[in-house]
């Protein structure tokens, strides 16, 4: 064998070495056989992509509901709180008003009609103190006021509730007591402080009790 032949074959490639040129090559002889390739990024925008579109819809919708929830969650507090206000804010106008009524009522009557009126003004108490008030009425206001000719006049002349709930309050009234009867020619004037609790029962607001201070 010559030295060009020896030189020859030893600066020729081994054999199954790929150099870059016949990468190159290769690559140029794919694209004139196959045309457009696709790359494998292109394939993975393909598939994720309307997957991402789903996913956004998705937590849209979640966003959405939750706040959806949030707004009807504090539409329903507020219509709670507001019902509660006007509640609490009933119970007290109504339970000073009955309570101021009542007292009127109990320590007002004439001895021609003491009986009746005593009657009518223990209808709007209850409880235990309901049984007290006719046990006295009967033991003590009726005969004095018609041994005495008692006319008594009840005014309440101011009224406040100092607690109230939906079903029972306690009412601070001032009274003021004017008396006749033949025991002189004078009227006898008596001022009162009265706490008077209130029970709220069967719809309407009744005394429960009372007590002078």
Do not use: C
């Amino acid at each position: 064998m010559s030295d060009e032949q020896q030189k020859t074959e030893q600066e020729s490639p081994a054999d199954g070495v790929v150099g870059p040129e016949a990468v190159n090559a290769d690559a140029a002889s794919a694209d004139a056989v196959g045309g457009d390739t696709v790359s494998a990024d292109d394939v993975v925008v393909a598939d994720t992509a309307p997957a991402g579109r789903n996913r956004r819809k998705v937590l849209l919708a979640s966003v959405v509901a939750v706040l959806v929830l949030a707004l009807a969650g504090g539409v329903a507090y507020l219509g709670w709180n507001h019902y509660q206000v006007n509640q609490a804010e009933q119970a007290r106008t109504d339970a000073t008003s009955a309570a101021k009524a009542q007292a009127e009522k109990m320590f007002s009557y004439d001895y021609g009609n003491v009986e009746k009126e005593m009657a009518a003004a223990s209808n709007g108490l209850t409880g235990d103190f309901k049984k007290q008030f006719d046990t006295l009425v009967k033991q003590q206001v009726v005969p004095a006021a018609k041994e005495k000719q008692l006319t008594v006049k009840a005014i309440v002349v101011g009224q406040a509730p100092i607690s109230t709930t939906p079903d029972s309050a306690v009412v601070l009234l001032f009274v003021n007591q004017i008396a006749n009867g033949n025991t002189g020619p004078n009227a006898s004037f008596t001022p009162s402080r009265i706490k008077m609790d209130m029970k709220k029962v069967d719809g309407n607001w009744l005394v429960g009790g009372l007590e002078t201070i």
